[in-house]
């Protein structure tokens, strides 16, 4: 029970994290949206890399169980969207607003940035954390650092498959979601991500977001980066990419008309009807 008091102390701190970040960038520093997006993934990758520590490690040094893990999870994906609202911490996520004609080229590059940046740091620093061997759990975390096991347990072919479908349906599901309160996005979110993690567990993880998949398993041994980032980023790239297809009927950015959807005309004129005889009535 101490280790999980240890891992909730950690949450917690990363809650406020999220907290200073938003009171920060949406009352003063409205103009650096790139670093709240740094601060974003910086958290949510930081929580999901204490989440993998006791899905890994939990049930053999604390007993903590997959019921635990995924619990965790799911708090920590609704908190950190609560809070932070449109700083996702996900590339996906951007690339996507630029493709809808939302955000500029040079915003789209500052914020993927400060996504990675931030994912990055966030690996550094906890690992970091886990050095000073606080519980067993994080002593067997830290001893398994240089060896730890890829999320990546299947072909790269498969593996690219998997994130796509993974992206492909969060992503939808967050496009229908994106004019309805926050009340029930934020929790819906949570619970298909929380989702993806359990069934993709034995392939890809699941992830949906290159940044949390760069910090939580580009540095284990088994694939090089340019394989990681075929899967890892391609693959949502792809499904993402496919969503917004699906749901707009078009790409905004690369076509003006909708190559899916035709717009029916609210307004019918009655069949066997001109216009010049509407024209001889109104007389």
């Known amino acids: 029970m101490s280790g999980l008091n240890i891992s909730l102390g950690y949450f917690i701190s990363m809650v406020l994290l999220c907290v200073a970040t938003r009171i920060l960038f949406t009352r003063w520093w409205r103009r650096w949206d790139f670093l709240a997006e740094f601060f974003a993934a910086f958290a949510i990758a930081a929580c999901r890399l204490e989440v993998q520590t006791i899905a890994e490690v939990g049930q053999w040094a604390s007993g903590l169980g997959r019921d635990v893990t995924l619990t965790m999870l799911f708090v920590a994906l609704v908190v950190h969207g609560s809070i932070l609202e449109r700083f996702t911490g996900n590339p ?28 990055h740091l966030a690996l550094l620093l906890t690992e970091l954390y ?14 398994m ?20 479908v993974s992206a492909l349906a969060f992503h939808l599901i967050d496009l229908g979601l994106q004019h309805r309160s926050q009340l029930l996005r934020v929790p819906l979110l949570a619970l298909t991500l929380s989702f993806l993690a359990h069934v993709a567990t034995e392939y890809t993880a699941g992830y949906a977001n290159p940044s949390i998949a760069y910090a939580l398993t580009f540095s284990c041994p088994g694939f090089s980066f340019s394989q990681y980032a075929l899967v890892y980023w391609f693959g949502p790239l792809l499904g993402m990419t496919l969503a917004l297809f699906l749901y707009m009927g078009h790409i905004p950015l690369l076509f003006s ?16 009807k001109s216009s010049g005889e509407k024209e001889k009535k109104t007389k």
């Open 257 to 272: 008309r909708n190559l899916l959807y035709t717009q029916k005309s609210r307004f019918r004129v009655p069949k066997g």
């Open 130 to 143: 886990w050095g000073m061997e606080l519980t067993d759990m994080h002593l067997i975390k830290n001893l």
């Open 92 to 119: 996906s996520v951007t690339l996507m607003r630029f493709l809808q004609r939302d955000a500029g080229v040079l915003s789209v590059i500052l914020g993927v940035s400060g996504q990675l940046l931030g994912a």
């Open 145 to 164: 650092a240089s060896e730890c096991t890829p999320s990546l347990k299947t072909t790269l072919l498969q593996g690219t498959f998997a994130e796509a």
